[in-house]
């Protein structure tokens, strides 16, 4: 079955360190998304891209890095700019990156925790 | 700047009675309106979505929304709840080109026995 797969499922970050999480999928969508997730403050979207080779900031993207040189991985760097890091993050993909097209939403991987040692 | 309310942070129901959770969202134009449910640790499944058309909307695990443009709302439903519904439930809207999505902050539910 197609999806999406984050990983590592948990992650921890030394002071000073850059982590990357990854991302892959094989629905053969062309738009992905990053998100992060903190309690009571719902889904903020970090960056987004539409295409291979491109992408865009989100809401929040300061202190995260990303690179889309491949249609179906779209990792995550957290930089040591970003001073709060612990959360949730999603990875979310989209087909042809409208909902119209193929009637289809978002799908989601499950996640990466990352926390500070 | 667009924005999706949902109003109630945390709601607790007794099994078997019925649901509804509230969104409400600030856009110009009618969006693309979605519910999603999710588990503790895991991602986010589609319960259901408006594009157009028909404004009660049906989606899996026999839940129901409708979309209503006088209240800009989008409110969720479901007539018997079930243990197993305890999650974290976010509605979402997308705009413009649809390919930029904005959450509202969750709702999480309470199952009791």
């Known amino acids: 079955d197609g999806g999406i797969t984050q990983s590592p499922k948990y992650l921890f970050r030394k002071e000073g360190q850059n982590v990357t999480l990854s991302c892959e999928q094989n629905?053969?969508?062309?738009?992905m998304y990053w998100y992060r997730q903190d309690p009571g403050q719902g889904l903020r979207l970090i960056y987004y891209s539409q295409i291979v080779n491109d992408f865009q900031k989100g809401d929040i993207a300061e202190g995260y890095s990303v690179s889309r040189e491949k249609k179906e991985s779209f990792p995550l760097t957290v930089t040591s700019a970003q001073k709060n890091p612990t959360a949730f993050y999603l990875c979310a993909s989209l087909k042809r990156g409208h909902v119209l097209v193929g009637n289809q939403p978002q799908h989601f991987g499950d996640g990466t925790r990352l926390s500070i040692l | 700047a667009q924005s999706v309310t949902q109003p109630d942070i945390h709601i607790t129901v007794s099994e078997g009675a019925s649901l509804e959770l509230r969104c409400n969202y600030s856009y110009g134009a009618t969006p693309y309106l979605f519910w999603y449910v999710q588990s503790p640790g895991q991602g986010l499944q589609l319960l259901l979505k408006?594009?157009?058309?028909?404004?009660l909307v049906q989606g899996i695990k026999g839940f129901e929304a409708e979309f209503k443009r006088s209240q800009s709302s989008f409110n969720l439903r479901k007539p018997s709840v079930h243990w197993s519904d305890a999650a974290e439930y976010f509605c979402a809207v997308a705009i413009n080109t649809g390919n930029q999505f904005y959450f509202g902050t969750g709702t999480s539910l309470t199952v009791i026995p």
């Open positions: 408006y594009f157009s058309g028909d404004t």
């Open positions: 629905l053969n969508h062309d738009a």
